[in-house]
């Protein structure tokens, strides 16, 4: 299967021989929650707390070449401001079927905006718990735009600027459970005018089917500082 053989790859070279992002190297900003700080309330030390109103609450979104696990909650999960009570929660969680390898998942923002910073969130009690994907970002205006590039399709080749490199494991997979959240911004304050984000999800690691993070939220915040 294609999808799966792409992924699994990229999974077990650990994300390495990626293109340079075209745009000033983002600031990704990781915390981790642990034990009883891993709560409904997801306050992280440094990243913020997921928000109920921002850019993605009425984005569409789109799966490309991704299928959501039966044991999933819809797609809209992620832009739902509903988050889990729970570390192992699915019904409360966005995570791509056991076995697929992970997948690409399409957010259509309605109009092009500028981007102050995209926030991701998870929380599981093991090995579902830490993101590792790629996110990149297009307003569209390309030619060669191409708004659901499939996983065998490189999208920098149609339109698409790689926009940040995300891999929250570390080196003891025992110590990978709890809360995550990430919150990619730039030094400048703008990462830049778009309409589209894709996140290229991958597994987090292939010792069996069930690598597919549990993705509790995903935030996009626009930049409304004047320029």
Known sequence: ????????????????????????QPQITVDHNT????????????????????????????????????NSADISALTDGILPTTDDQPRRNFFLRAGSGGGRVRMDLGSVIELAQVNTYSWHPSARGPQVYRLWASDGADPKFNDAPKANINPAGCGWSLIATVDTRS????????????????????????RYLL????????????????????????NHAPR
């Open 1 to 24: 299967m294609i999808l799966k053989a792409y992924h699994l790859v990229l999974a077990i070279t650990g994300l390495l021989s990626l293109p340079p992002a075209i745009r000033a």
């Open 171 to 194: 080196n003891d997979e025992d110590k990978d459970g709890g809360q995550f959240g990430v919150s990619i911004t730039s030094q400048r304050g703008s990462l830049g005018k778009f």
């Open 35 to 70: 034990g009883n700080v891993a709560n409904a309330e997801f306050k992280f030390k440094r990243v913020p707390s997921p928000a109920r109103d921002d850019a993605a609450t009425k984005a569409k979104l789109m799966m490309v070449d991704a299928e959501a696990d039966p």
């Open 199 to 222: 996140f290229d999800f991958y597994v987090t690691e292939i010792a069996d089917d069930f690598g597919n993070t549990f993705y509790s939220e995903i935030d996009v915040v626009a």
